[in-house]
């Protein structure tokens, strides 16, 4: 195993799973915080599912920890490795003649990501995880107030016009971070030239919709807060 990590296509193979495993739980992810804007009923009551299942707490959540960091680490490292194989003659190529602004510049956007991924775990992630295993509070509610406070909680983060602007610039850096991150991985996988304008139209589409879908999200909560 340890072999297969050391080899340029092995890396790169585990790369593209990793970020496979990311844009699903995205998408995932996306649909359950777009039932914010139609249910805040259904919203709670997703939200508490997912937030008290054993399953999803103690088996799914720690392999998407790992999935998250495995996949930031990955990508510094191939950054790392291409920086030296270049070389010198980095600095002379003209990269804008054969490549995309998007692929010269993912190791930006994915600081940019990281940088919002920790200030979405103080949002949210921290305090649930206070809530339910430091205080032991499972239950959900909001303040002893019947209700679940999810909704709640997610209205308040957006409150902000500060915080809102932070969030509607990651998710800008998102989608431009999956215009080549999407196409690059199901390249890696070893996906045929036939397929490439397929997949760059898909994956188009996946690195416009869902980014902007967050944002919509933010603003909704932003200017309908009460």
């Known amino acids: 195993m340890s072999g297969f990590f050391k080899s340029s296509i092995g890396r790169k193979v ?3 799973l990793s970020a496979f495993f990311l844009m699903f739980f995205l998408l ?5 915080n777009l039932l914010s804007v139609f249910s805040a009923d259904l919203f709670n009551e997703v939200s508490h599912f997912m937030g008290t299942n054993w399953l999803i707490q103690f088996a799914l959540q720690p392999v998407l920890i790992f999935g998250v960091v495995f996949h930031f680490v990955m990508g510094f490292i191939l950054e790392i490795r291409n920086k030296k194989a270049q070389g010198v003659s980095y600095a002379k190529n003209n990269g804008a003649a054969n ?6 510049n993912m190791i930006y956007s994915g600081i940019a990501i990281l ?6 775990f103080i949002d949210f ?4 995880i ?8 499972w239950s959900g509610v ?5 209700g679940y406070r999810y909704f709640h909680e997610l209205q308040e983060k957006f409150v902000s016009p500060i915080r809102v602007g932070a ?4 998710f800008v850096f998102l989608g431009l971070h999956l215009l080549h991150g999407f196409t690059s991985a199901f390249q890696s996988m070893g996906a045929t030239a036939g397929r490439k304008k397929t997949l760059q139209n898909i994956g188009t589409a996946y690195s416009i919709i869902i980014p902007l879908g967050f944002i919509i999200i933010a603003l909704f909560h932003h200017l309908n807060h009460h």
Request: charged share 15%.
């Open 14 to 16: 585990a790369m593209a």
């Open 28 to 32: 995932q992810h996306f649909a359950i």
């Open 99 to 104: 490549s995309t602004w998007m692929s010269r």
């Open 115 to 120: 940088a919002f991924i920790i200030l979405h």
């Open 125 to 128: 992630w921290f305090p649930e």
């Open 130 to 137: 206070n809530v339910k295993f430091i205080q032991g509070d």
């Open 142 to 146: 909001h303040e002893g107030v019947e």
């Open 167 to 170: 969030y509607v610039i990651a």
